[in-house]
């Protein structure tokens, strides 16, 4: 484990930067007493992206006749403050 001091660290910030993502470990000293440890983040592992099968809710998803009807898009609309009313 390598020991710098601030002002060493502060100097050559972009050297040790690259010898921590590396893998290494230092020791942060002030006035040769250590104080601090930088080490590289732990990697977090990598989650399972889990595909979903295409049609797999067939049949659970049931569509009234009147779904997309102008009534029905008009009730939509007035939830959001939305005039659907044609001029003349």
Known sequence: ???INIHEAKTHLSRYAKRV?????LLLCDRNK???EIRPLAKAKAKAVRQRRMG???GRVLWRDD???PATNASIA???GVDTKQPE
């Open 1 to 3: 484990m390598l020991k």
């Open 21 to 25: 993502k590396a893998g290494e470990t």
């Open 56 to 58: 797999q809710d067939v």
């Open 78 to 80: 007035a939830l959001f």
């Open 67 to 69: 779904w997309d009807s």
């Open 34 to 36: 250590p104080f601090a």
